[in-house]
């Protein structure tokens, strides 16, 4: 009598692997929590992560005083040293610096360095040397600045940087009419990997036209999440008044900074950066209108920007009227390699010369 083919050792163990299969994919299905942590703990034990970022050292608040006050009073009585034709007016006696303001977070970039910048467009050969040269030649022109203000003063270390023009004022109103053109993503991408180079920071700059830092400053977010992209703004070229851009000097209030300030800050916050740096451009008195309402935050330093062009003497005054005279927090001072070189001016500042300065410049820039 021949046996059923269902009865047969094949079927039989065919048919107990089913029952088997059947039952583990029950207790899977029962357990799904416990196998997605074992399936986590596998990750997580054989997969090279990304690295948790180390908390910044706290602040050393009497190292952070000593250091303003060192910035403070290095020009002695008065900053006519730095050249002997220098003819402001403005008091150097009054006890304006350094300017008491909040303590920064941890991980402050200022008063403890000096930044040393190169300005530009990469578009453009005659908006600054950021431009001017190809992009190893202009690394090693600014290594050469660099250098040089290491040397001046061998206390306070010297961070390079790359002061790109993302948003550029123009002659021609574009097609919403603001007077502006905003640069693509793959020129900012080319500033911030010529400063990685460098181990560098890097300033996006903003001319507004007639357009604002309100529309302007969101679009670059991504780039100011970024732990080493600070921010510049341009007074002269926000054209409050409807005027074309470059047939008069524009303006920012303590408003529009309190505002820039504001937005950095909350990145800071959202995203556990180390604090924000804020450059205003100034060598007028109404580039900036009311200076003492601009108010300064833990998560960003602000560098008031010596920006105009001439001989020694001059550039003095204008540093001793605007920067000097009205304080917020940091200075900054400007150079330019063609401009200050113009009759009747026969030579550029030195750094041992801007070192003279009170209070000493934190940020240095080269167009």
């Known amino acids: 009598m021949s046996i059923p083919p269902f009865f047969d050792r094949k079927y039989i163990l065919l048919a107990i692997g089913a029952v088997c299969l059947f039952f583990l994919i029950f207790y899977i299905l029962g357990n799904a929590d416990f196998f997605k942590v074992t399936y986590k703990t596998i990750v997580a034990d054989n997969v090279v992560l990304a690295p948790t970022p180390k908390p910044l050292p706290p602040l050393d608040k009497f190292v952070y005083d000593k250091k303003l006050i ?10 006519a040293n730095a050249t002997s034709t220098a ?29 040393v910048a190169y300005y530009g467009n990469f578009y453009s050969t005659r908006m600054g040397a950021l431009g001017e040269y190809p992009p190893d030649e202009m690394l090693q022109r600014l290594d050469v600045e660099v250098k040089k203000w290491q040397v001046a003063d061998p206390t306070t270390p010297v961070i390079p940087a790359l002061h790109y023009i993302a948003v550029t ?16 993503a793959s020129q900012i991408d080319i500033a911030i990997e010529l400063a990685k180079k460098i181990n560098g920071l890097v300033f996006l700059d903003l001319q507004v036209g007639l357009s604002n ?13 970024m732990p080493q992209v600070g921010l510049a703004i341009d007074p002269e070229f ?23 300030a504001t937005y950095l800050a909350n990145l800071v916050r959202e995203n556990n950066l180390p604090p924000k740096i804020l450059i205003i451009h100034r060598f007028t008195g109404p580039m900036v209108t009311r200076y003492k309402q601009i108010k300064v935050l833990p998560e960003v330093q602000i560098v008031m920007d010596m920006d105009g062009w001439g001989s020694p003497a001059k550039k003095i005054d204008t540093y001793v009227g605007f920067i000097y005279a009205q304080p917020v927090q940091f200075t900054g001072f400007k150079l330019f390699y063609k401009n ?11 750094p041992a010369q801007i070192l003279k300065l009170k209070p000493q410049p934190s940020y240095i820039q080269y167009q």
């Open 238 to 260: 926000s054209m409050k008044t409807g005027a074309q851009p470059g047939t008069v000097i524009g303006t920012f209030d303590a408003a529009d900074i309190n505002y820039a």
């Open 169 to 184: 004022a123009q002659v021609s109103p574009g097609v919403d009419s603001k007077y502006r053109l905003r640069m693509p």
């Open 213 to 225: 830092l309100q529309t302007e400053i969101p679009l670059l977010e991504h780039y100011f999440k």
């Open 70 to 79: 060192q910035l403070a009073n290095n020009g002695t009585s008065t900053i």
């Open 87 to 115: 003819t402001s007016t403005v008091s150097l006696t009054q006890n304006l610096w350094p300017v008491k303001t909040v303590y920064p977070l941890a991980g402050a970039i200022l008063p403890f360095n000096r930044i």
């Open 340 to 350: 200050d070189l113009k009759p009747p001016s026969t030579q550029m500042l030195t």
